[in-house]
């Protein structure tokens, strides 16, 4: 029973991380070229229709 | 003033004016392809991008849409 | 000591980062830049009484601000004021390098050229009046080669005077064009003779790129990258798993065991952490010969000509030549691939490209395919295997053909690329770039995997005692595996739940099967260490020694990838059990769905990060139908045509 509370804590640990690792700035603007001055949501760089070229 | 797609390979040409998308006239521009640059054809067949020398660089653009470049033959 | 900012700043190819190597003695750092491909150099050099603080900025054309390169170079000299310019320049192409520094010394900054390849320009029939030059613009100049390091300490002295005589007398005129200003000095200074003599890179090019032999050159040399990288990695590959389950988990055993630390938390630690933690490390090794070869290619400027050869074949699929070489680059990881889709100017090439690149076979499927083609086509294992890598290559080009005329109708993206004059790539250079990639790699992915690994072994291990198949995992599966009964192999619940874990990445499919079967694939994991710590450390060292040796072996062995010529009698069991649940073609159609569903959880990131959530799901959406549909396919037609 201990055992059971013990693995079901961790995989809902897992799910926290990677939600967390997600929606992390790093992960909307991995590619993003002024990241340092965008530290918080919503991030500014990240949009969709952002036309690089 | 010919084109310069019709120009063949080995012959050497001058830049007499480019015309077309903005974008593409400026990377040109600053790979050395400009109005009165002198420039060499290195390939230009059906299938490939054409491939020009100028100075000691090699510069390859792709044929069609966009950008005309017209030159006269040296 | 006091900190001196230098940038490094020049067109690309001009030899920045041998400089920067030679100047540090090889003492540099390399970093990334964020949203590009061009990796940050940078070093710290102590010179008398300063230390300077090289970067080295992204070679760049024109200070125009259009590329992400160029914008990131502006912002740099915004933000960060560097106290002086070293612009770098080729010798060779005087006209074309100084357009760059007509622009920065018309900002006004401090500027020392440097002239690069200066030795070259006899052979071109060029001379450059370099003290002309010097009055001309009101720079200090200097001409070297930056390979060679007898030039280090009289740059450094160079880059000292500089620095005290911050004298700004640029006589650069601001109402002329910059390349009409280029135009009048190179008049001035450069003289050419009319000579005969074909440069090196002209008489390559000459057979590199001919019409009839520039196709079959490329096959060569792609063949020979990948056989190097995969039969170059497995030994490592094989020795990093040994030493996670041979040597870490046995010592983790003993230790736990002798503290009576519950079986759960062992479990946890060997089976769950501990596999993950392996996973990621697995990719290693593939990825510094991989990431190593791309280097390469790029410093030498072969992968210039690559875009070249291969415009011809995507154009009719609405792609550009320079949209190859991510598809190339996947047959490696899929990962690197869609970040190299960066080099693409627009947007909706990228897109496109990194869509189908999940298509293409990558590294860590090809343990599914030995595993199945071993059990079920022994002898025709090789010509399997090359058909799953041509089908995904097939589905790869429709669906760019597809997307191209029916969702991103964008016109065939035009371009100007220079093709780089050849140069042999520095190895520490390759080396340090390889590395920094790997450790990006394992930083961004590295948790995702481990965790998701964790989250399987916590599902499979729910309710705590109970066999895999009573698992949340097992149970799961079962329900599910109906969906799969049409395309052959549904009827086996543990090819399902494998699936699972090959969506997040494709290395625990084959783990997963054993886990699922009861089997283990690798040595018991519940033995401890025996013989002591310290002689089994030493035989560790061995292993790797020998594992090193192998890989040296490998590289230069035979012809024949070496994953073809390994017997595979690993696990009988495995193979009877999964022998017992499908037939060939069920095993066939497996494959085929493995192969044509994204390959990972670090693909699923990083599509996520260049393009959005959005686009995201539409590439899941995408591959998981097509995956679907040629898995049914292949199945049913095979039993239409009277195959089992």
């Not at chain 3, 540090?24 to 491909?37: A, D, E, H, L």
């Not at chain 3, 009409?180 to 005969?196: G, L, S």
Request: hydrophobic content about 45%; overall charge positive.
């Amino acid at each position: 029973m201990l055992e059971n509370i013990l693995i079901l804590s961790i995989l809902i640990i897992c799910v926290f991380v990677i939600f967390k690792k997600l929606s992390s700035h790093e992960s909307y603007c991995g590619s993003c070229p002024i990241k340092e001055k965008c530290k918080t949501k919503p991030f500014v760089c990240h949009d969709e229709g952002e036309n690089r070229s | 003033m010919k084109l310069i797609e019709t120009i063949p390979e080995n012959f050497e040409v001058q830049i007499q004016k480019i015309t077309g998308d903005n974008f593409l006239k400026e990377k040109l521009e600053s790979l050395g392809l400009y109005k009165g640059i002198k420039i060499k054809i290195i390939k230009n067949n059906k299938v490939d991008p054409l491939l020009v020398k100028v100075d000691n660089r090699r510069v390859s653009i792709s044929k069609g849409l966009g950008l005309k470049i017209f030159v006269e033959l040296l | 000591m006091k900190k001196i900012n230098i940038a490094f700043i020049g067109n690309p190819n001009t030899g920045k980062t041998t400089l920067i190597n030679t100047l540090s003695n090889s003492k540099f750092k390399i970093g990334n830049w964020p949203g590009v491909t061009v990796a940050k150099k940078e070093a710290f050099v102590e010179y008398k009484e300063n230390i300077f603080h090289l970067v080295d900025l992204p070679g760049l054309y024109n200070l125009s601000k259009i590329s992400d390169d160029e914008k990131i170079t502006t912002e740099y000299i915004e933000e960060h004021e560097p106290d002086l310019y070293v612009n770098i320049i080729d010798s060779t192409n005087l006209r074309t390098n100084l357009l760059l520094t007509i622009q920065l010394l018309k900002e006004g900054v401090p500027v020392l050229l440097v002239f690069n390849f200066w030795n070259d320009l006899n052979g071109l029939g060029k001379q450059i009046d370099l003290g002309k030059l010097e009055k001309v613009l009101g720079v200090e100049c200097i001409s070297l080669e930056a390979n060679q390091t007898e030039y280090r300490e009289k740059l450094l002295e160079k880059i000292n005077c500089s620095l005290k005589n911050k004298k700004r007398s640029t006589k650069v005129s601001s109402s002329l064009p910059a390349r009409a200003i280029v135009d009048i000095i190179v008049d001035k200074v450069e003289k050419k003779v009319p000579t005969d003599k074909v440069s090196v890179t002209d008489k390559i090019d000459q057979v590199v790129l001919n019409d009839y032999v520039s196709v079959p050159i490329f096959f060569i040399v792609f063949f020979l990258l990948f056989k190097i990288t995969f039969d170059g990695s497995a030994p490592l590959i094989d020795w990093i798993d040994q030493f996670i389950n041979g040597f870490v988990a046995k010592l983790i055993v003993t230790i736990f065991t002798s503290f009576s630390v519950p079986k759960v938390i062992g479990s946890l630690v060997i089976d769950g952490f501990l596999v993950g933690v392996g996973t990621v490390l697995s990719f290693v090794p593939l990825m510094m010969f991989l990431y190593f070869f791309i280097s390469f290619l790029e410093e030498s400027g072969y992968i210039a000509r690559v875009a070249f050869i291969m415009d011809k074949f995507m154009r009719p699929l609405g792609l550009q030549g320079k949209a190859f070489i991510p598809l190339l680059i996947g047959l490696g990881c899929n990962v690197p691939a869609i970040y190299s889709t960066r080099t693409l100017e627009k947007k909706n090439d990228r897109k496109v490209t990194a869509a189908v690149t999940s298509f293409v076979s990558c590294g860590a499927k090809l343990p599914i395919y030995i595993l199945f083609s071993y059990i079920f086509f022994p002898k025709q294992a090789v010509f399997v295997t090359l058909s799953l890598y041509l089908l995904g290559m097939l589905v790869a080009i429709s669906w760019a053909w597809i997307l191209n005329r029916f969702i991103y109708k964008d016109a065939s993206a035009q371009f100007v690329i220079e093709l780089p004059t050849y140069r042999w790539p520095s190895m520490i250079v390759m080396i340090k770039s390889a590395f920094a990639q790997v450790k990006g790699f394992v930083k961004r992915a590295g948790t995702v995997i481990t965790v998701v690994v964790v989250m399987i072994w916590a599902l499979s291990n729910l309710p705590y005692g109970v066999s895999p198949r009573d698992s949340i995992l097992g149970v799961t599966s079962r329900s599910v595996s109906p969906i799969f009964i049409p395309l052959g192999w549904g009827n086996s619940w543990q090819a399902t739940a494998s699936v699972i874990p090959g969506f997040l990445a494709k290395e625990a499919v084959v783990g997963s099967l054993a886990t699922a079967y009861e089997t283990n694939l690798t040595e018991s994991t519940n033995e401890a260490l025996t013989d002591g710590f310290i002689p089994n450390v030493l035989k560790q060292c061995v292993l790797l020694y020998e594992a090193v040796i192998d890989s040296i072996k490998a590289v230069f062995g035979g012809l024949v990838p070496g994953v073809f010529i390994t017997d595979y009698s690993e696990d009988k069991k495995l193979s009877q059990l999964i022998k017992q649940d499908m037939t060939p073609l069920m095993a066939y159609s497996y494959m085929v769905f493995n192969l044509l569903l994204i390959s990972c959880v670090a693909v699923i990131s990083a599509i996520r990060q260049e393009f959005g959530q959005k686009f995201l799901w539409f590439v899941i959406l995408m591959t998981v139908s097509t995956a679907y549909v040629f898995s049914f396919i292949v199945y049913q037609g095979g039993l239409i045509l009277g195959f089992i």
